[in-house]
């Protein structure tokens, strides 16, 4: 009788590891996917693919708007940028009319108020739906990894050096909150993966 039970508990044990290992695969299929994809800067006319020029980077993934309360936000931003960039950390911003029309501008009017108001020099991308049916694949690859899309402008992804959306910051969360800082903080200290 001990030996069945002992049988049942190593199979039992086995099942779990190998629902275990499955998650992990799903999970870095997503890591691997999530960046997969291409983008018009603002200021450029040639899209850039995401995978391919920030892989190994830590990445905070902002929705932005002009005309939001919220717009204040583009200043830490640009300071949280500036900070970690050296220690392979970029912000990118993803311009968005979703809310309420508060990103009515062209690309060209947007860039000019990112770069003469705030001095914004992180990499912000072409204008683009975050939310919906019509999200971009980028924007429904969010929000199916962490089960939270955007619920206003300035929402933030943190994605590790791997591709995984590691935390999620709404709107209210401003850019120099201790609990994003420590964030960010902790994916650079972590271990770059050898490629």
């Not at 693919?49 to 929705?63: H, I, P, R, S």
Request: charged letters at 20%.
């Amino acid at each position: 009788m001990f030996v069945l039970a002992e049988q049942i508990m190593t199979s039992k044990l086995l099942k779990s590891f190998a629902f275990v290992a499955l998650l992990g695969t799903a999970a870095t299929v997503l890591a691997a996917g999530l960046l997969d994809v291409s983008y018009r800067p603002l200021s450029g006319k040639s899209p850039v693919n995401l995978k391919e020029k920030y892989t190994g980077q830590v990445l905070l993934v902002v929705n932005t708007a002009s005309k939001c309360g919220y717009t204040p936000q583009y200043e830490g931003l640009e300071a949280l940028n500036q900070r970690y960039a050296g220690k392979g950390f970029a912000v990118l911003g993803f311009p968005s009319n979703d809310f309420k029309g508060q990103e009515p501008g062209s690309e060209k009017e947007i860039q000019e108020f990112c770069t003469l108001t705030y001095g914004v020099k992180f990499p912000m991308f072409e204008k683009v739906s975050v939310i919906g049916e019509n999200a971009t694949p980028l924007y429904k690859a969010l929000t199916e990894a962490t089960g939270t899309a955007p619920g206003w402008n300035f929402h933030k992804y943190l994605i590790s050096r791997d591709g995984r959306v590691v935390a999620n910051f709404p709107s209210k969360i401003k850019p120099d909150d201790p609990a994003l800082v420590a964030a960010i903080e902790r994916e650079l200290a972590a271990p770059r993966a050898k490629r």
